[in-house]
């Protein structure tokens, strides 16, 4: 119990009979250092092989341990005669005769149950890790996997809220009943554990910095500069990761940063995102998104050595990791595949096999799941699966549409008559419009499989949303009515778009922009027509988005993380001018009320009103907590909720199912089942 393992192991009974009988169990000390040494001395003497060497009661047991009596310098002879006594306990005729028949024994035992029943099988164990609902996506900002797992299986970290506004990395044992918050990772995104398992290295922004697990002070590694895409730490010693859609190298205690591998526009790279080091300490996994579009992500293996990259025929967009001779990956629709791979050859030995599992995707690429190699899985399973509905000021949600659905985004229209939302569907998602009065839905895409993000025209004839549809993640528009088909807004073959919004008079939109460059996250706006020459509100090396123009067309607000952690700011549209901090302790999702008078926002435990003036200067008066933010956040970043024309309630979606992480220990023999059709 104090070593946190039995005192002999083997794979047959046989094996832990024969260790029982003839082998001296390790020193506690080699187990847990922190063990006294009158401790490990009075546990020696307890597991001693012959009867009469060990105590005579357990009051003389209970004394030895409480240290009562004892000298080091009484010990030390015993201690150094240790294995000649061993070796001499081993040969004693007692010991071999009992070693015998304990032997023959067991394996008679053993056959026996063999034939009546046949041998049991290993069986892989479920449990779950409840979370805050309202942190059932992740951050407030796009980053990486926010779940990861120990090397052993043993240990899980997650990200969630704090309690202060923040987020913190969370560490759960196998043998703990609850998570507890690691101290000193204030505002952290992306664990991930050292390949020994002893550190936990993680992010707040470009800043990347290790701890070790048992709790200590931080330690800094490195600035990447952006907040990286995929993250893990190599046997070797070097941590890779996937900055400005470059694989970076960086060494774990320290040093200049450089760069692995870049896209090769000859190969129709775009982005080199999600790397996995594998086991062998020299070849990393990552997932190449070609300029056709995330649909067509596929695997490919990079060596450390030598930097030569292998591209893999498999379609996949997030590789978890090789565990029982497979490689493990999550496709676009968050479904988890393997595939028989040969890591010396760098090569897949067999097809494809869907393994029965989906896990959480965020930004269509994002798999909220990680893998041991020793078998251990972690995810949060499933789409986020909510109902539509209404919440008052007091905090009384009211079910507005029936069905549970992957909905995302909703959005009234300026009469408040009608919704905008965006609904999954297997692997796809779409743009439909629900008719309040009516009890009607209209589906508007059906090309493309990802259309999502939607806002309104300030008219009500029109709604624009982001879709895959093209070369390049693009903004496209079409009458709510499906008078005439849709028609671009907002597209290039250079630049992905990923958010956006118009201004109240409909000339200009304001959008967050991805350009594959350092920079990954800024908030722009161009005119719609006559100049439309893309202009900045907010670039700069940090990440900016979520970005909302006030009713008068005046002011734009934003997420910037700026400080460490998302919040919520405010500065003239278009600008230049003051940058007004609103939220106060972490924010994100802004949404203006319909008279400009306040900015509601959710700081991941509840929702917020600040109340602000605009003149003479722009000022946050006040802020009021409105009440528990039960609701799910977005798969990717963009306001998750709207508020009423009257400003009264919230339009919501709220999860159906309890927020939890599911912990499937030694996975592998359910694995192997499926991959050889036994399951």
Same mark, same amino acid.
């Given at each position: 119990?104090?070593?946190?393992? *039995?005192?002999?192991?083997?794979?047959?009974?046989? *094996?832990?009979?024969?260790?029982?009988? #003839?082998?001296?169990?390790?020193?506690?000390?080699?187990?847990r250092?922190?063990?006294?040494?009158?401790?490990?001395? /009075?546990?020696?003497?307890?597991?001693?092989?012959?009867?009469a060497?060990?105590?005579?009661?357990?009051?003389?047991?209970?004394?030895a341990?409480?240290?009562?009596?004892?000298?080091?310098?009484?010990?030390?002879?015993?201690?150094?005669?240790?294995p000649?006594?061993a070796?001499?306990?081993?040969?004693?005729?007692?010991?071999?005769?009992?070693?015998?028949?304990?032997?023959?024994a067991?394996?008679v035992?053993?056959?026996?149950?063999?034939?009546?029943?046949?041998?049991?099988?290993?069986?892989?164990?479920?449990?779950?890790?409840?979370?805050?609902?309202?942190?059932?996506?992740?951050?407030?900002?796009?980053?990486?996997?926010?779940?990861?797992?120990?090397?052993?299986?043993?240990?899980?970290? &997650?990200?969630?809220?704090?309690?202060?506004?923040?987020?913190?990395?969370?560490?759960?044992?196998?043998?703990?009943?609850?998570?507890?918050?690691?101290?000193?990772?204030?505002?952290?995104?992306?664990? &991930?554990?050292?390949?020994?398992?002893?550190?936990?290295?993680?992010?707040?922004?470009?800043?990347?910095?290790?701890?070790?697990?048992?709790?200590?002070?931080?330690?800094?590694?490195?600035?990447?500069?952006?907040?990286?895409?995929?993250?893990?730490?190599?046997?070797?010693?070097?941590?890779?990761?996937?900055?400005?859609?470059?694989?970076?190298?960086?060494?774990? %205690?320290?040093?200049?940063?450089?760069?692995l591998?870049?896209?090769?526009? /000859?190969?129709?790279?775009?982005?080199?995102?999600?790397?996995?080091?594998?086991?062998?300490?020299?070849?990393?996994?990552?997932?190449?998104?070609?300029?056709?579009?995330?649909?067509?992500?596929?695997?490919?293996?990079?060596?450390?050595?030598?930097?030569? !990259?292998?591209?893999l025929?498999? =379609?996949?967009?997030?590789?978890?990791?090789?565990?029982g001779?497979?490689?493990?990956?999550?496709?676009?629709?968050?479904? =988890?595949?393997?595939?028989?791979?040969?890591?010396?050859?760098q090569?897949?030995?067999?097809?494809?096999?869907?393994?029965?599992? %989906?896990?959480?995707?965020?930004?269509?690429?994002?798999?909220?799941?990680?893998?041991?190699?020793?078998?251990?899985?972690?995810?949060?399973?499933?789409?986020?699966?909510?109902?539509?509905?209404?919440?008052?000021?007091?905090?009384?949600?009211?079910? =507005?549409?029936?069905?549970?659905?992957?909905?995302?985004?909703?959005?009234?229209?300026?009469?408040?008559?009608?919704?905008?939302?965006?609904?999954?569907?297997?692997?796809?998602?779409? *743009?439909?419009?629900?008719?309040?009065?009516?009890?009607?839905?209209?589906r508007? #895409?059906?090309?493309?499989?990802t259309?999502?993000r939607?806002?309104?025209?300030?008219?009500?004839t029109?709604?624009?949303?982001?879709?895959?549809?093209?070369?390049?993640?693009?903004?496209?528009?079409?009458?709510?009515?499906?008078?005439?088909?849709?028609?671009?807004?907002?597209?290039?073959?250079?630049?992905?778009?990923?958010?956006?919004? =118009?201004?109240?008079?409909?000339?200009? !939109?304001?959008?967050?922009l991805?350009?594959?460059?350092?920079?990954?996250?800024?908030?722009?706006?161009?005119?719609?027509?006559?100049?439309?020459?893309?202009?900045?509100?907010?670039?700069?090396?940090?990440?900016?988005?979520?970005?909302?123009?006030?009713?008068?067309?005046?002011w734009?607000?934003?997420?910037?993380?700026?400080?460490?952690?998302?919040?919520?700011?405010?500065?003239?549209?278009?600008?230049?001018?003051?940058?007004?901090?609103?939220s106060?302790?972490?924010?994100?999702?802004?949404?203006?009320?319909?008279?400009?008078?306040?900015?509601?926002?959710?700081?991941?435990?509840?929702?917020?009103?600040?109340?602000?003036?605009?003149?003479?200067?722009?000022?946050?008066?006040?802020?009021?907590?409105?009440?528990?933010?039960?609701?799910v956040?977005?798969?990717?970043?963009?306001?998750?909720?709207?508020?009423?024309?009257?400003? #009264?309630? &919230?339009?919501?979606?709220?999860?159906?199912?309890?927020?939890?992480l599911?912990?499937?220990?030694?996975?592998?023999?359910?694995?192997?089942?499926?991959?050889?059709?036994?399951?």
């Amino acid at each position: 119990m104090i070593a946190g393992e *039995a005192p002999h192991s083997g794979t047959t009974a046989q *094996a832990i009979i024969a260790k029982l009988m #003839t082998a001296e169990p390790l020193p506690l000390s080699t187990l847990r250092s922190s063990s006294p040494v009158h401790v490990e001395i /009075a546990v020696q003497k307890a597991l001693a092989k012959l009867p009469a060497d060990r105590y005579s009661s357990a009051r003389e047991f209970a004394d030895a341990l409480e240290g009562k009596g004892f000298t080091l310098a009484a010990h030390t002879t015993a201690a150094h005669a240790g294995p000649a006594a061993a070796g001499s306990v081993a040969r004693h005729p007692l010991v071999i005769g009992l070693a015998a028949i304990a032997v023959i024994a067991t394996g008679v035992a053993a056959y026996q149950w063999s034939i009546a029943y046949g041998a049991p099988e290993r069986t892989s164990v479920r449990f779950y890790v409840p979370l805050a609902t309202s942190m059932v996506t992740g951050g407030v900002l796009a980053a990486g996997t926010n779940i990861a797992v120990s090397p052993d299986g043993n240990t899980i970290a &997650f990200v969630a809220p704090d309690g202060a506004g923040s987020s913190s990395v969370f560490i759960r044992t196998l043998a703990d009943a609850e998570s507890r918050p690691l101290a000193g990772t204030d505002g952290a995104q992306e664990p &991930f554990f050292s390949y020994d398992g002893q550190w936990i290295g993680f992010f707040v922004g470009g800043s990347l910095s290790k701890i070790p697990i048992g709790g200590g002070t931080p330690i800094p590694v490195a600035e990447v500069g952006s907040f990286p895409v995929g993250v893990s730490w190599s046997a070797t010693g070097v941590i890779v990761t996937s900055v400005a859609n470059n694989l970076i190298a960086v060494p774990d %205690n320290g040093g200049p940063v450089r760069v692995l591998a870049m896209p090769d526009s /000859a190969e129709g790279d775009q982005y080199f995102q999600s790397p996995i080091a594998l086991p062998d300490g020299e070849t990393v996994v990552f997932a190449a998104q070609p300029t056709g579009g995330v649909p067509r992500t596929r695997l490919a293996v990079l060596s450390l050595k030598t930097g030569k !990259i292998t591209r893999l025929d498999v =379609l996949g967009v997030a590789p978890l990791g090789i565990a029982g001779g497979y490689l493990i990956y999550a496709t676009l629709t968050g479904a =988890l595949f393997a595939v028989p791979f040969d890591v010396a050859k760098q090569r897949t030995t067999g097809e494809p096999v869907a393994l029965g599992v %989906n896990v959480v995707m965020r930004s269509g690429v994002i798999a909220e799941a990680a893998l041991s190699p020793s078998g251990t899985m972690v995810l949060q399973s499933g789409s986020v699966t909510g109902q539509v509905g209404t919440v008052d000021m007091s905090g009384a949600f009211k079910p =507005l549409l029936a069905d549970a659905k992957p909905y995302g985004y909703p959005r009234y229209s300026p009469d408040g008559m009608r919704i905008a939302i965006s609904i999954g569907a297997g692997s796809r998602s779409d *743009a439909w419009v629900y008719d309040i009065a009516a009890g009607t839905s209209t589906r508007l #895409t059906t090309e493309g499989t990802t259309n999502e993000r939607i806002e309104w025209h300030p008219d009500g004839t029109r709604v624009l949303y982001r879709t895959d549809r093209g070369a390049r993640s693009a903004f496209w528009w079409q009458p709510a009515d499906l008078s005439t088909p849709a028609a671009p807004l907002l597209a290039s073959l250079s630049d992905d778009f990923f958010e956006g919004v =118009l201004t109240p008079d409909g000339k200009s !939109i304001v959008y967050q922009l991805d350009n594959a460059g350092t920079n990954q996250a800024d908030v722009m706006y161009r005119a719609l027509e006559g100049d439309t020459t893309s202009k900045p509100i907010a670039a700069s090396n940090f990440v900016e988005g979520q970005p909302r123009v006030s009713p008068d067309g005046k002011w734009v607000a934003f997420v910037t993380d700026a400080s460490g952690i998302g919040q919520v700011v405010v500065q003239p549209f278009p600008g230049p001018g003051p940058r007004v901090q609103v939220s106060a302790s972490g924010g994100s999702e802004p949404v203006w009320s319909r008279d400009g008078r306040k900015i509601f926002y959710r700081d991941g435990r509840r929702f917020i009103a600040a109340t602000i003036t605009t003149s003479p200067s722009f000022t946050v008066t006040g802020r009021t907590l409105l009440f528990a933010d039960e609701y799910v956040f977005a798969l990717s970043p963009h306001a998750n909720y709207d508020v009423s024309r009257d400003g #009264t309630h &919230f339009l919501v979606v709220k999860n159906t199912d309890a927020a939890k992480l599911t912990v499937i220990y030694d996975w592998l023999p359910e694995l192997r089942a499926r991959m050889t059709g036994r399951q």
